[in-house]
T-cell receptor, first 112, second 112 residues
Framework: DAGITQSPRHKVTETGTPVTLRCHQT?????MYWYRQDPGHGLRLIHYSYGVKDTDKGEVSDGYSVSRSKTEDFLLTLESATSSQTSVYFC???????????FGNGTRLTVT | GENVEQHPSTLSVQEGDSAVIKCTYSDSASNYFPWYKQELGKGPQLIIDIRSNVGEKKDQRIAVTLNKTAKHFSLHITETQPEDSAVYFCAASRDYGQNFVFGPGTRLSVLP
């Protein structure tokens, strides 16, 4: 695997609580992404970053925020978790233009 | 925006047979098409990719073909083995690959 670590790997939380997922990379890649994966929907982009402090929204960004204060870390925050945010979340990195995404092993989040 | 369709959603083949998965895309500006394999509990792993200036690319038992006019691309796996059983995702990206749009996935089962 590319040097990507997602934490935690599993989390159960209650509706209305804040949750932060972390993605850490050791590849010094410029681009970092957060996707969610749900049955029948494939992978959908939540937010991505093209540099430190540079982020942009993806297809399903409502209810999520991100931050990138260092090249190696990209945080995804659910300010007030809802049951519709139960999903598997994948972080991905990419080094340069026309290069593929490399994914972490995911975080399974359950909101009860 | 881009929309990627993928067929079939499930595919069962006998070991040693070939498997073909087809994707269609809507944005004629898309020009980079990777394929990913996802095993249970893991993140998607890149298996092959193709750029729009190439019609076909092979890597051992795996090949990808691209028809820009029809806006579709296909994954071909020959001499399938049980370890090829997984979920396969296609994706499309335009320009510098800032955003990848994924198909919904194909679950391939190779029966011994």
């Amino acid at each position: 695997d590319a040097g990507i670590t997602q934490s935690p790997r599993h989390k159960v939380t209650e509706t209305g609580t804040p949750v932060t997922l972390r993605c850490h990379q050791t590849e010094n890649h410029r681009y970092m992404y957060w996707y969610r994966q749900d049955p029948g929907h494939g992978l959908r982009l939540i937010h991505y970053s093209y540099g430190v402090k540079d982020t942009d929204k993806g297809e399903v960004s409502d209810g999520y925020s991100v931050s990138r204060s260092k090249t190696e870390d990209f945080l995804l925050t659910l300010e007030s978790a809802t049951s519709s945010q139960t999903s598997v979340y994948f972080c991905a990195i990419r080094g340069q233009d026309y290069s593929p995404l490399h994914f972490g092993n995911g975080t399974r989040l359950t909101v009860t | 925006g881009e929309n990627v369709e993928q067929h079939p959603s499930t595919l069962s083949v006998q070991e040693g047979d070939s498997a073909v998965i087809k994707c269609t895309y809507s944005d004629s500006a898309s020009n980079y098409f990777p394929w990913y394999k996802q095993e249970l509990g893991k993140g998607p792993q890149l298996i092959i990719d193709i750029r729009s200036n190439v019609g076909e690319k092979k890597d051992q038992r795996i090949a990808v073909t691209l028809n820009k006019t029809a806006k579709h691309f296909s994954l071909h796996i020959t001499e399938t083995q049980p370890e090829d059983s997984a979920v396969y995702f296609c994706a499309a990206s335009r320009d510098y690959g800032q955003n990848f749009v994924f198909g919904p996935g194909t679950r391939l089962s190779v029966l011994p």
